[in-house]
Every structure is written in C-alpha cells, then in structure tokens.
C-alpha cells in the first residue's frame, strides 16, 4: 500500500495515500470540530468550522474535503485557525434564533458547544436584518425550524443519499437559502416516510420529533385510566446514551425501574410481540410457500419503510406480509385478550409505546389498527422523549438498581431482542419456521450471514426439501436497489427483510442524538447491534414459539397461528398512498 509522510502538529506521521486531512486527524485522536461534516453521510466542505492550517499554503483549509498529501505540515489548532472558526461561528449566530433556554437541542446541541469551546462572547457581533421562518408542523412525527437551521445540508443528505426518498433540499439562494420541500409545500403533504433520520444527523434544535410526554404525563395523572407501556427490543441499549452511558451499554433493570417510578400501572417488553409477530409471520410464510406465493414475503415491522413502499412500490404490496407490527400487535393483544383477562374496558385502557422510530408515531394512527375498535397504541413516544421524561421527573437514573419487566406480558426471548437490529427478524423468523417445516430441533440458532451492517445481505438455506432464498436489506436506498433488481427480473426470493433505518432499528430516527463528534468516530449500528446479540446469547430462551407467554396466547385466545381471530386482530391491509 503508498504510504503519505505528513507532520500533523509538529509530530511525523505516515498514513496510507488517498485520506482526507480530516480522516487522518481522527485516525491519530484529534478530533476537528465539524458541523455539515458527518461521516459516511455528508462531505461537502461547507460550514468552514473544520478548517486547518497547511504551512506554506495561501488559505485555511477544509479538512473534510482537503486531500492529504506527501510532506505536508499541518496544524490543527493554530491562532490562525482557532480565529476563523470563532469568526465563522459568530457569523451563523447572525442569523440563528438563540432561544437556547427553551430548545429541544439544549443539552447536545453541536452549534451551542462549539460556541462554549470557542468563548463565543458576543452571540450579536454581526447581527442585522433576518429572514423570519414559519416553523413547518405539518406532519404526525416532527417539525422544522429554519431559524434554527445553520444551512449544513446533512438532513438532505440523509434524506436523499440514504433513503431516497429526497423531499427536503435547499431551496432559494444567497441572503434567502432555507431548506425547505419542493414548491414550499408542507412536509405533511409529501412522500416523506416520517424515518426521522434528519433528525438524527440535525446537529441543532432546527428540527425534532414532536414530542408527545405531555400526553403521557396526562394520562399517567388521570386515575380513571390503566396506564400501561412497552418498550421496543432496541430501546434497552440505546437509552443508556441519553445519560451519558457508552455506545452499546445495555440498560434493560434500570429502565424497567425508571419506568415503575413514573407509575405506569405495567411494565411491558415489546419482545412479546415480537415473537408473536414471528409466529404469525413464519404461518404465512409456509402457507405462502405450500400454496405458491405471492412470493416474496416480505417484512411489514418497519412502517417507515411500509410508508416507502406505499408510495414508491405499490406492485409490491401484495408481497407485503399482512402481520401488524410488534407495536401495533402489543397494543391488540392489550386492548383484546389483556382488557378481558383483567376486565377492564379497552376505553380505559392507555397503551403507551416506546420506540426507536419517530414512523411509529404515524403507524400508531394508521387505519385498521384498531383490534378492539379503539386504537391499539394510543401513545407512541421515541427514546429520546422517553429520557425526558425520566429527568424531568428527576430520577437517577445511572443510579437505579434493576427490576423485571411485569408479568403476564414481560418474557423476553433471544429472538424478540435481536428485531432491533437489521436480519434480526430474519434470524428470528428462521429458527421458528426452519423447525416447523423439518420438525427437527434446530442444533444451531444462529443464522449469521444475516448478521452485520453490509447494505444487501442474501443467503440460501435448505429446509426440509426446501431450497429458501433469503435477502435482507435496511435503508430505503437499498431497499430501492434491492426492489429494483427483483423487478427487473435479476433476483428471487421466497423472504425478504427490509428495515427503513440504515442499521435497522437500534439507528432508527428516535434514538438518542449522537454528535458529530461521537458518530465521526464510533460506529453507532455495531455497538448496539452487539449489545443485541449479546443479550439473545444470554437469555434462556431464543426462539419465540418457545416463549410460555406466546403458548398461553394462543391456547387461551387465538387457537392456531393464522387463525381467523388471528387474522382479526393481528393483521392489517395497506394502501397506495398520496401522503
Ligand atoms: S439550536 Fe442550539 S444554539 Fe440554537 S437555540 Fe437550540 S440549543 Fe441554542
Ligand atoms: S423523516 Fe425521513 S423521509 Fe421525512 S424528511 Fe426526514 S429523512 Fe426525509
Ligand atoms: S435542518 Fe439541521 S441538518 Fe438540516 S441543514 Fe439545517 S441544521 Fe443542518
């Protein structure tokens, strides 16, 4: 491999030919202040916060976009360096709404640190006449403020590059640039998937999920209604980060404390439903195998990615598999089996969700998701409004000692944990589904070409007779491709996972927001996806048909998997969708 020999700071170093300055700063633990720079996702030498000093060079430079070449003698933090960054910063508070005491950001905001870091004294150096922005709300998940919006496009990317889907780009130009959707239209009227992935690389409070706590509190303070919650597979090794916890932590004891101390009547675990999702799922992918297609199934747990196929891919909603997802299934299971088992009126009941997805919160309000004629999740919040909520209600939470999830609906099995991660459900769905079709006992749980964050994994196992082609995939971007090569005859398939976030859910749009400085040096999709497993090889129990709570449900309520009161209560349909 050619090899570069620079000096970075005064020390000698050699890396290998073809990195950015930028890269090779990280590589050796600087770490240079970004903020339109995200890696993988933008690299556009924009914002000018990044720049360095080369000796002997007319100009700074923009280290995420400058080549690194031989001999070159860099410094990171000259005079030089430290007054443009300070001056570039004061230039963007020109233009910034600074109601910092009341924003969404406020605690991780990559802008406000910068300008603490820098001693940015005086936030109105240049101020003058500004554009005024009308924050657009219009759509169920998150809104967009662009007087808090520092034109570093990475939203665009996000939207554009890793899902496709591009409804937000930068519109206008000069003193008037904003971003903003084509034609001004409202966020609410476009194909917008409500993935919340701009949210997650936004690096200040220009836009948020809409935050749902308020409604949660409510309920919580009204003793007329059974208040219960249930949190997603994934939420147990992201919420830790909120707190200041390492990448990958595992926090499930402490959060199932936190949430007893906010006085939910029932702390749940959304793995149940999980492994009835694979119970159901795994009927209808033998049935649609014995009984010749529609071929391939494929994953209906995402709704960011049902959202995308709705609108982008309507020849194959028939392919969809007709399973409600883990969410919406809890919420049926609680409004039907749960409300008559503890007679109560599904009226009185008050289903909150913890989920990794801002999409949730739109699925949540979808059509025929309503088991017992009132919605089956009545409140959907994200990780990150639940982490409000426990420090607002003041709870230690790094301190909190472990407790259980409640009984009758807090078995977690191996397979339910690792949904949250992509090929998660695949895995899960295999080992359900390979020892129903041989009647064999699997002596190998782990389906690991499934496994990772490559973009399109496939596999081919041998079940029974059955040669079975599988495919997984996770973020709308490779979903299309995947899509599209199935359309132009290239592949086939009998199953297919698709997850709308890169990474699957434990990188979904409503987890924690990791900054620049965090993401540009740990992969986020790995360390939790590792968790996940960790906690699948350590859980007594791996497969979902093993889960006693999943034998209970169908001797006492739904019969068979694929039952007709299965199918009423666990299914739904899906549409070709405007918006
Ligand atoms: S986006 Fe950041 S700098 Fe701007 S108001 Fe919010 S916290 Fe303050
Ligand atoms: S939520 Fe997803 S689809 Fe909607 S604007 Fe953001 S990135 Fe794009
Ligand atoms: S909305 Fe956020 S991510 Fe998008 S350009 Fe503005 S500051 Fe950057």
Redesign the pocket.
Known sequence: MSTVNVKINNISYQFPKGLTILQACNQINIEVPTLCYLKEINEIGACRICVVEVKGAKNLVASCVHPLSEGMDILTHSEKVLKARKITLELILSTHDRSCLSCIRSDNCELQKLCHDFKVDDEAKYDGHNQVYKTDDSAIH?YRDDNKCILCRR?VA??SKL?S?G??GVNERGFKTHIGCAFEED?GKTD???????IVVCPTGAIAEKDDTDKVWAALADESKHVIVATAPSIRVTLGEAFGMPVGTNVKGKMVTALKHLGFAGVYDTDIAADLTIIEESQELITRIQNGGPLPLITSCSPGWIKFCEHNFHDFIPNLSSCKSPQQMFGAVVKTWYAEKNNLDPHDIVVVSVMPCTAKKFEARRDNQSAAGVYDIDIAITTRELARMIKRAGIQFKKLADTDFDDPLGVSTGAGAIFGATGGVMEAALRTAVEKLTGQELTNLDFTEVRGTKEIKEATYKVGDLEVNVAVTSGLANARQLLNEIREGKKTYHFIEIMGCPGGCING?GQPVQPASVRNFVDLKTERAKALYEEDKNLPLRKSHESPVIKTLYEEYFGEPGSHKAHKILHTTYKEREY
């Open positions: 998150m939203c996000a939207c899902q889907v409804v937000i966020l917008c998937v409500s993935c919340g992935q701009c749009g």
